[in-house]
């Protein structure tokens, strides 16, 4: 009801009910559309956001509610990476307007109507008005005027009585001229809801010469209909919109407005009204024509129109000669990450589940936030800005803490750090990046990092069209706030030792090759021997820290005595032994103890490789995961992985026997039947997350196996019951 009150078409509740084929009925929606006659109290857009606001909905923005889009307002399409800058007005000097030297009135009035007007169309039109006092300024203003002729029994009217204006149209006050509305009437009065025919828009400006205005907007390639001069300040421009409703309308001219206004006019925004008054030529005001400059000039229609404007505003740069190459030293970006990443540019972390991805992104926003080191490179310092897409607000605060912690280093800049918590408020990476920008276009971020990027993707991961347009959102982040945009991928099933860091990514390969710096991480297959070195190091450094806290005069601990935790327990029983309450501390002590045994052993090995587009090859770099942080260990260096490159060809001739549709079918029955109890219908989100992988991805893989169908949203397996 709302729709069809607010001017949409059958066909826009059509397509949005088809998203729910469980209920979707061919031709249900057109006969409930018949039985919609209005009330005396009818449902409005409005109606629909109250009742959404009382059942908890909040616009996207948040409470400020600034993205929310209005029933009764324009939507601009976002213009964040455009300029629209086509006129320079510097160079502007002007284009004649030639008053025509044969002044024939009717003939005007005959052309205008015959442009604008179908014979059948009722128009509007005013000759007559009323003195208006606006401070020391009279004006006059419009009435109502006339609203039942066609445009075809004007036409016929003024051949039939030779031309004669007042015999057909009445006589016109020569100090005020002609007034027409430019679009279609109902007959039945003159205000919006009069308007048949969203055709037309009135574009006019007085904020320069006349001369100026003209070559404006030729050289816009507005789509004009008419241009008229108004007998004074300015012209008249009648702009073929076309639109399909008042909704269209409503955007199209927020478009046009925009367009022009960047090249130079400025627009009188009461004329966006599509019942609005223009200059009607064939009349005199206060001694000066009103006649037609132009009919049908500029591009043909709308659409040609707009993808003109689009393809002069692609951003792409000017071609540039290279004849001054050697002229002076070419500056690069700053390094963000020492030998790793320039500010601005673009760098992707991988690897598999539980290789602690989104700690080390957090731990790289803190480095780059307080100027210190991350894996081993020196970072640069500045603000940055962390979206987090998958933690609640307290949980992300806790890992910040957490991390600071234990790095123990302070945190005398952590008013560096912006969160972004979008947890339950997120949108596809397109519609996201925008409002990134606009929020974030004053901040002076040195890097923005995004976290974790399935809950944004767009498309078919696997597809290179759908990832290329998904990619490029992070190259409009990165121009248009001239900071580095960071983010994690997961890996692709299998074992990854025998690839390259670039091909570890899961998905299109799209992923491995648009961003500048990609980082990898693979786990290290370590042997038992080394886990025990690692328990025995951490339970001397607990016995050697408690005897410095607890008993600082005892001196009998030798520099080898801290590497054995024989001798070590042995200092610390004497140590304590000394002490009143030493059996209490004692347990005190064996409690952290435990708790560092823990952590060594739930610790997991890792290696970082690199593919870089700036630098040349880093030395892998090693490290434990040891929550919540990422511990160098250069004595990790010497561990194989499980398979070695030489065998990468042999790992090739397996994979080609398995096809990637059979491989995603069986990924995709493996998370079925973990997730699933006893057969029973399972979310796409939970599968998504499981497999890391977007919703669309599942959906389309779903689709391209038969052995799965989609009932209530839910997934079964097509042979359940």
Not at 400 to 420: A, C, E, Q
Request: charged share 30%; net charge negative.
């Amino acid at each position: 009801m709302a729709l069809k009150y607010e001017g949409y078409s059958v066909s826009d509740w059509e397509s949005w009910s088809r998203n729910d084929q469980g209920r979707y009925h061919d031709g249900e929606c057109e006969k409930k559309w018949e039985t919609f006659d209005g009330a005396n109290s009818p449902v409005t857009g409005a109606t629909i956001t109250q009742l959404a606001k009382d059942n908890g909905w909040q616009s996207h923005g948040g409470a400020d509610g600034d993205d929310f889009i209005g029933w009764d307002e324009g939507f601009v399409a976002t213009d964040i990476d455009k300029g629209y800058k086509i006129v320079n007005t510097d160079y502007v000097v002007g284009q004649e307007i030639k008053e025509p030297t044969n002044w024939n009135p009717s003939q005007e009035i005959v052309d205008y109507m015959k442009t604008l007007f179908n014979a059948g169309d009722v128009i509007g039109y005013v000759n007559d008005g009323y003195p208006h006092k606006q401070g020391e300024i009279e004006k006059w203003l419009p009435n109502k005027g006339v609203y039942t002729k066609t445009a075809g029994e004007i036409i016929d009217g003024l051949r039939r009585n030779k031309g004669d204006i007042g015999a057909v149209m009445g006589d016109a006050n020569p100090e005020i001229g002609a007034w027409i509305r430019f679009n279609p009437l109902d007959g039945k009065g003159v205000k919006n809801d009069n308007v048949v025919d969203f055709r037309y828009a009135l574009v006019e400006s007085d904020s320069m010469s006349l001369e100026q205005q003209n070559e404006i907007m030729h050289k816009l390639e507005l789509p004009i209909a008419t241009l008229t001069y108004s007998g004074s300040k300015s012209i008249h421009a009648v702009v073929k919109v076309n639109a399909a409703n008042y909704p269209q309308y409503q955007e199209r001219v927020d478009y046009l407005y925009k367009i022009v206004e960047k090249n130079g006019l400025k627009v009188d925004k009461q004329n966006k009204n599509p019942s609005r008054l223009t200059r009607l030529p064939g009349f005199e005001r206060q001694g000066k024509k009103q006649f037609l400059i132009a009919k049908n000039i500029g591009k043909h229609s709308w659409e040609e129109w707009e993808e003109y404007i689009e393809d002069m505003n692609d951003n792409l740069p000017e071609m540039k000669n290279m004849s001054d190459l050697f002229d002076k030293p070419i500056v690069l970006a700053p390094e963000l990450i020492s030998g790793i990443l320039r500010q601005g540019h673009k760098m992707l972390i991988a690897g598999p589940s539980k290789a602690g991805k989104s700690f080390s992104l957090i731990q790289l926003a803190i480095a780059i936030a307080e100027g210190w080191k991350w894996f081993g490179f020196n970072c640069q310092q500045g603000k940055v800005l962390y979206v987090n897409l998958e933690l609640d607000e307290r949980s992300a605060k806790k890992r910040f803490v957490d991390i600071y912690n234990t790095l123990g280093r302070g945190h005398n800049h952590v008013s560096n750090i912006d969160v972004w918590n979008l947890r339950g408020k997120t949108s596809p990476m397109d519609k996201l990046a925008p409002k990134l920008i606009r929020r974030a276009e004053k901040a002076d971020y040195k890097a923005v990092i995004i976290d974790p990027i399935y809950k944004v993707l767009t498309g078919d991961e696997n597809n290179a069209h759908d990832m290329s347009l998904f990619v490029n959102q992070f190259d409009l982040i990165a121009t248009e706030l001239k900071c580095s945009v960071i983010y994690a991928h997961h890996h692709s099933k299998g074992i990854q030792s025998g690839k390259s860091s670039i091909d570890r990514s899961s998905g299109s390969g799209v992923f491995a090759r648009d961003p500048d710096a990609i980082l990898d991480l693979i786990e290290l297959p370590v042997e038992e021997q080394r886990y025990m070195q690692r328990v025995n190091q951490a339970i001397c450094n607990v016995y050697d820290l408690a005897i410095k806290k607890f008993n600082p005069m005892y001196d009998e601990v030798g520099v080898d005595d801290r590497f054995s935790e024989k001798q070590m327990t042995h200092h610390l029983m004497a140590a304590m032994n000394k002490l009143p309450n030493g059996q209490q501390l004692l347990k005190q002590i064996n409690e952290q103890r435990n708790i560092a045994v823990e952590a060594m052993r739930q610790a997991t090995a890792w290696r970082l490789e690199g593919t870089l587009r700036e630098f040349p090859k880093f030395k892998s770099v090693n490290a434990w995961f040891q929550y919540p942080i990422h511990v160098l260990d250069d004595t990790l260096q010497d561990i194989k992985l499980e398979e070695e490159p030489t065998a990468k060809w042999k790992k090739g001739v397996k994979k080609s026997n398995q096809s990637r549709s059979e491989k995603t079918k069986q990924e995709l029955e493996e998370a079925f039947n973990i997730l699933s109890e006893g057969g029973e219908p399972v979310e796409p989100k939970a599968i998504a997350e499981y497999l890391e992988i977007a919703k669309s991805t599942v959906y389309a893989r779903i689709r391209k196996h038969e052995g799965f169908k989609i009932i209530d949203g839910l997934i079964e397996k097509s042979n359940s019951k």
